[in-house]
Each structure stands twice: as structure tokens, then as C-alpha cells.
Nanobody, 118 residues
């Protein structure tokens, strides 16, 4: 059974930091591209950050570039999202996603709420 379990969300003031973590089980983690998405109320789900299966390459949405950092540990089957200089517009539910590029398997976590507010 595949599970992606996010943690680390919460309430933070503007300018603050949070670190999200996603623990994967039931998949060969090192074979998957890992991504973080977010969805704010009334808006479509947005791709925030991507990291390749080896961790050798990362990409970011323009809205978070320079503030967020995605990383992974293939020995621990985890992917993290370090979020700095948070803004109110970063408020959303953040989802972890695992994608196998060849087999096209695509899995989602249940999401973790991030609220940026004073």
C-alpha cells in the first residue's frame, strides 16, 4: 500500500519559516520524481517545486523561487520543503506528490495546512 504522509504545516507569521516533510512508503522511492503542490481556497492546485529521482535537479514556481528549497533523502524515503520568508499568499494546503516517469504511477499525500498570518 502506497502512503505519502506530510507533516510540518501550521500557522506562521509573515516573514517566518516552516519546513514540510513527506514520508513515503510502499514505493521504490528513488525511482520517483517528487513534487510539492499547493492549493489555496478557491484556486487551482499549483505546482510549487520538483526534485528529480536522484535529487540532482530541482525546479520551482516563480512565486517561490529564492524562498523555498526542496530536498530529498533516498535512504530515508523522505522529501522536504524548506519555506523561508513566508508571505500571506503562501497560505494553502500543501500536497506531496510522487510520479514515476516511465510507469506513470502518480500518488498523492493527504495534504498539510500552511497558514501565514499575523
Amino acid at each position: 500500500q502506497v502512503q505519502l504522509v506530510e507533516s510540518g504545516g501550521g500557522l506562521v507569521q509573515p516573514g517566518g519559516s516552516l519546513r514540510l516533510s513527506c514520508a513515503a512508503s510502499g514505493i521504490t522511492f528513488s525511482s520517483y520524481v517528487m513534487r510539492w503542490y499547493r492549493q489555496a481556497p478557491g484556486k487551482e492546485r499549483e505546482l510549487v517545486a520538483t526534485i528529480t529521482s536522484t535529487g540532482g535537479s530541482t525546479t520551482y514556481a516563480d512565486s517561490v523561487k529564492g524562498r523555498f528549497t526542496i530536498s530529498r533523502d533516498n535512504a530515508k524515503n523522505t522529501v522536504d520543503l524548506q519555506m523561508n520568508s513566508l508571505k500571506p499568499e503562501d497560505t494553502a494546503v500543501y500536497y506531496c506528490n510522487a510520479l514515476h516517469l516511465v510507469l506513470r504511477y502518480n500518488y498523492w499525500g493527504q495534504g498539510t495546512q500552511v497558514t501565514v498570518s499575523s
